[in-house]
T-cell receptor, first 116, second 113 residues
Framework: GAVVSQHPSWVICKSGTSVKIECRSLDFQATTMFWYRQFPKQSLMLMATSNEGSKATYEQGVEKDKFLINHASLTLSTLTVTSAHPEDSSFYICSGLGPPSYNEQFFGPGTRLTVL | AQTVTQSQPEMSVQEAETVTLSCTYDTSESDYYLFWYKQPPSRQMILVIRQEAYKQQNATENRFSVNFQKAAKSFSLKISDSQLGDAAMYFC??????????FGKGTKLSVKP
């Protein structure tokens, strides 16, 4: 199956700093990438959808100036959490969608962000 | 709006027995897909089984099968011969033609030895 990687897998940062999370599709071209947030014991909440070369579409309630998403290539999308605060601490998961299957998302292993 | 409802926050099954996880959904799309994902403690999302809504035949993957009732908008997952490794969170999801997914709140499955 298709493989998606995320880096880093775990990051700790100080409040007020910015953190970048990378999501890579290793063996397919992800024309669309999704970013999710998951709090402990809860479901995945879609934050934004990005198409390669286009601006991301953010879900209602997600601050686009705080969660910057870049999808510059068919194999790489990045999520930057700007001026992180403790309430941004969460588990962030990305997924990719691309040929030949446009109906099945392939998920990365997730990134645990802890903001002190 | 699309919604996915999992009414069982937790379920338990004895090893080697069969368990069924429930899921209902609502969607305005005519072309949609349904999925069951497993999330073990590692938190990696693993696709268990998928069902194309246009197919009447229920999908099966080894010990995992679904009961897809389109008119009732029901999509339950049956796990046969449960194994200790099946213990995890299970999420039901509905996918539209654009590939977006709506997840249910999940069911935590415990397997007793």
């Amino acid at each position: 199956g298709a493989v998606v990687s995320q880096h880093p897998s775990w990051v700790i940062c100080k409040s007020g700093t910015s953190v970048k999370i990378e999501c890579r599709s290793l063996d397919f071209q992800a024309t669309t990438m999704f970013w999710y947030r998951q709090f402990p014991k809860q479901s995945l909440m879609l934050m934004a959808t990005s198409n390669e070369g286009s601006k991301a579409t953010y879900e209602q309630g997600v601050e686009k100036d705080k969660f910057l998403i870049n999808h510059a290539s068919l194999t790489l999308s990045t999520l930057t959490v700007t001026s992180a605060h403790p309430e941004d601490s969460s588990f962030y998961i990305c997924s990719g969608l691309g040929p030949p299957s446009y109906n099945e998302q392939f998920f990365g292993p997730g990134t645990r962000l802890t903001v002190l | 709006a699309q919604t996915v409802t999992q009414s069982q926050p937790e379920m338990s099954v004895q090893e080697a027995e069969t368990v069924t996880l429930s899921c209902t959904y609502d969607t305005s799309e005519s072309d949609y897909y349904l999925f069951w994902y497993k999330q073990p403690p590692s938190r990696q999302m693993i696709l268990v089984i998928r069902q194309e809504a246009y197919k009447q035949q229920n999908a099966t993957e080894n010990r995992f099968s679904v009961n897809f009732q389109k008119a009732a908008k029901s999509f339950s997952l049956k796990i046969s011969d449960s194994q200790l490794g099946d213990a995890a969170m299970y999420f039901c999801a509905s996918g539209g033609s654009q590939g977006n997914l709506i997840f249910g709140k999940g069911t935590k499955l415990s397997v007793k030895p």
